[in-house]
């Protein structure tokens, strides 16, 4: 069976600050998809990357960042300098190959001025 | 550009009504389609899925059934609704075949309350 952990419940940061959020995942597919979601108060998630498991290269994209390590099955995201607009709930999902999603329990991430 | 639309967006129903939540997608065709719901507290589980007309499979035994009756259309529906029915919806879809070689796209949601 697939498993996503997200051990973080809630992070508060300071505008500017760096935060990083924590995600493990189990599964015994040689070959899975993972995957980080925001979802704002609004409540539509909003795609933010694609990782397969067969490419380890860390990506940056903006203030965003993520690592993704295969042998402690870690995905981890960080946001470089929070700003306001970054607080919301941030979900890490794990893919199976019919593209159902495992989601972890989600960190909300608060940034404050 | 494909586009995804759910509706409606807020719901308030008496226990024991019926429930038929919609859900279409424009700009692609042959679609995997699913169903997620969001209760309180946070997490995300996934309720159908369907990879063609007509194909539907459950993953959680409840309350509620889905249809697919044409290609870009996804129907979440209950006969009568429980108490325990109340949480937030979400419908998506991703491009058709496996692997899973793109993202979900999600709508906008459908908060559904029971009372």
């Known amino acids: 069976a697939q498993k996503v952990t997200q051990a973080q419940t809630e992070i508060s940061v300071v505008e500017k600050e760096d935060v990083t959020l924590d995600c493990v995942y189990e599964?015994?597919?040689?070959?899975?998809?993972l995957f980080w979601y925001k979802q704002p108060p609004s409540g539509e998630l909003v795609f933010l990357i694609r990782?397969?498991?067969?490419?380890?290269q860390n990506e940056i994209s903006g203030r965003y960042s993520w690592n993704f390590q295969k042998s402690t099955s870690s995905f981890n995201f960080t946001i470089t300098a929070s700003q306001v607009v970054d607080s919301a709930v941030y979900f890490c999902?794990?893919?199976?190959?019919?593209?159902?999603?495992?989601f972890g329990a989600g960190t909300q991430v608060v940034v404050t001025p | 550009s494909q586009t995804i639309h759910q509706w409606p967006a807020t719901l308030v129903q008496p226990v024991g009504s019926p429930l038929s939540l919609e859900c279409t997608v424009e700009?692609?065709?042959?679609?995997?389609l699913y169903w997620y719901r969001q209760a309180a507290g946070r997490g995300l589980q996934l309720l159908f899925y369907?990879?063609?007309?007509?194909?539907i499979s459950s993953e959680v035994p409840q309350n509620l059934s889905a249809s697919r009756p044409q290609d870009r259309q996804f129907i979440l529906s209950s006969k009568k609704l429980l108490l325990s029915d109340s949480g937030f919806y979400l419908c998506?879809?991703?491009?058709?075949?496996?692997?899973?070689?793109?993202?979900?796209?999600f709508g906008q949601g459908t908060r559904l309350t029971v009372v």
């Open positions: 999902a794990l893919a199976d190959s019919w593209g159902k999603l495992q």
């Open positions: 369907s990879v063609g007309i007509g194909q």
């Open positions: 990782r397969n498991s067969f490419d380890e």
């Open positions: 700009g692609t065709s042959n679609p995997n």
């Open positions: 599964t015994r597919d040689t070959t899975y998809y």
């Open positions: 998506a879809w991703s491009s058709t075949g496996a692997p899973p070689n793109t993202e979900a796209f």
